[in-house]
């Protein structure tokens, strides 16, 4: 069966600080894999997805890029947090080429910016 | 123009009472994908139930039913004998057919907060 892991569940860094966020996925192989954020309260919002290995897409121009090193690897980065990326971060990923495939998500990323 | 639109921000419900949670889309597809996923307050996404364009039925899982009105684009969710642990955020999404570079991304509402009344 498929399995999502994103890590880790927590994070409270400073503002200007580096980050980095993790998604793999397990038991599929050539993946759609999303990120999502979701600020307090309110819905969800794509940011990048990838349909291949090194291919990204770019939803919403942030202070935030996305790497995909491997087939079912996807990483949320950034150089310099600011206050407005706190939010709660889902990875998520899909099967292709099917409008009927549903979504799973990993358990999400509480990042607080200070 | 939002592609979904949840207009109700929070709904109450008494316990074994049935809830429907209201959803309205906009596209020019003609092959997409309804679906609902619930946020309990542990921020986890669960999925819950799917409507594809296509079909004539309303889709039904368990206590879980999609009142799908293509005309009116709506893809209400219906469900029947609330129970406690249905509290929680839900989340009524969409995928086209041929949306972004066949990357078919959901795209959300912003959610309904449910609470169930004891």
């Known amino acids: 069966s498929q399995t999502i892991h994103q890590w880790p569940a927590t994070l409270v860094q400073p503002v200007g600080s580096p980050l980095s966020l993790e998604c793999t996925v397990e038991g599929t192989s050539n993946p759609n894999l999303y990120w999502y954020r979701q600020a307090a309260g309110r819905g969800l919002q794509l940011l990048f997805y990838?349909?291949?290995?090194?291919?990204i897409s770019s939803e919403v121009p942030q202070n935030l890029s996305a790497s995909r090193p491997q087939d079912r690897q996807f990483i949320l980065s950034s150089k310099k947090l600011l206050l407005s990326d706190s939010g709660f971060y889902l990875c998520?990923?899909?099967?292709?080429?099917?409008?009927?495939?549903?979504?799973?998500f990993g358990q999400g990323t509480r990042l607080t910016v200070v | 123009a939002q592609k979904i639109t949840q207009t109700q921000p929070g709904m109450f419900v008494q316990e074994k009472e049935a809830v429907t949670l209201d959803c309205t889309y906009d596209?020019?597809?003609?092959?997409?994908?309804l679906f609902w996923y619930k946020q309990p307050s542990s921020g986890e996404m669960i999925f819950l139930i799917y409507q594809g364009s296509y079909d004539e039925q309303n889709a039904t899982e368990g206590r879980y039913s999609l009142n799908f009105q293509k005309a009116r684009k709506s893809a209400n969710l219906v469900i029947s004998a609330s129970q406690l642990g249905d509290s929680a955020m839900y989340f009524c999404?969409?995928?086209?057919?041929?949306?972004?570079?066949?990357?078919?991304?959901?795209?959300f509402g912003k959610g309904t907060k449910l609470s169930v009344i004891p």
């Open positions: 990838s349909v291949g290995i090194g291919q």
């Open positions: 999404a969409m995928r086209e057919a041929y949306s972004g570079a066949g990357s078919y991304q959901l795209t």
């Open positions: 596209t020019s597809d003609q092959s997409y994908g």
């Open positions: 998520a990923w899909s099967g292709t080429g099917r409008v009927n495939t549903e979504a799973f």
